[in-house]
T-cell receptor
Framework: QKEVEQDPGPLSVPEGAIVSLNCTYSNSAFQYFMWYRQYSRKGPELLMYTYSSGNKEDGRFTAQVDKSSKYISLFIRDSQPSDSATYLC??????????FGAGTILRVKS | NAGVTQTPKFRILKIGQSMTLQCTQDMNHNYMYWYRQDPGMGLKLIYY???????DKGEVPNGYNVSRSTTEDFPLRLELAAPSQTSVYFC?????????????FGQGTRLTVV
């Protein structure tokens, strides 16, 4: 079983929509989760990270963890065309490795 | 403020040829990583290093080799290129391996094996 799984999409939404991006993870011991954003032909960049309990909000972005179902989500409010990118969830299973999900391709249409 | 630098940006190899993808970072980071990214498959870890002289295999190490003789450099070697190694390769570094430590990525190397 993969340590983290993510639906690759693609996901296409109109400008202003609320976007929900999701991942599942395999080990209930995982505590920290990260979201990276990758624009076309660029390397990924850290968007935000969250701990295993509760939500974390940063502007239009909210990261959420559901520990009971081993499910992590990234919500984007009032989505903009500039949000069009690939979003990757990531975990550090043992602290050293950094493991990514497949990434979800998001397109926000103006 | 260079960060993580990868060279070359693009390369076309013939089957059976060898090449080295270069990666250097100027942030004095101990941890460095090599990933490959195929469409719809996310980033797969090839090799990683927790410090000079120490390397370890990731998820997909076959067909690749690495070395880490200095803190700054982490080259990835392809000995006998195969079409299955056509991919985009990313190098990354982080200061620590801690759970919340951010990894910084290079711009990638697009490799085509024909």
């Amino acid at each position: 079983q993969k340590e983290v799984e993510q639906d690759p999409g693609p996901l296409s939404v109109p400008e202003g929509a609320i976007v929900s991006l999701n991942c599942t993870y395999s080990n209930s011991a995982f505590q920290y989760f990260m979201w990276y954003r990758q624009y076309s032909r660029k390397g990924p960049e850290l968007l935000m990270y969250t701990y295993s309990s509760g939500n974390k909000e940063d502007g239009r972005f909210t990261a959420q963890v559901d520990k009971s179902s081993k499910y992590i989500s990234l919500f984007i409010r009032d989505s903009q065309p500039s949000d069009s990118a690939t979003y990757l969830c990531a975990i550090r299973p043992g602290g050293d490795k950094l493991v990514f999900g497949a990434g979800t391709i998001l397109r926000v249409k103006s | 403020n260079a960060g993580v630098t990868q060279t070359p940006k693009f390369r076309i190899l013939k089957i059976g040829q060898s090449m080295t993808l270069q990666c250097t970072q100027d942030m004095n980071h101990n941890y460095m990583y090599w990933y490959r990214q195929d469409p719809g498959m996310g980033l797969k870890l090839i090799y990683y290093s927790v410090g000079a002289g120490i390397t370890d295999k990731g998820e997909v190490p076959n067909g690749y080799n690495v070395s880490r003789s200095t803190t700054e450099d982490f080259p990835l070697r392809l000995e006998l290129a195969a079409p299955s190694q056509t991919s985009v390769y990313f190098c990354a570094s982080s200061s620590l391996g801690g759970l919340r430590t951010e990894a910084f990525f290079g711009q990638g190397t697009r490799l085509t094996v024909v």
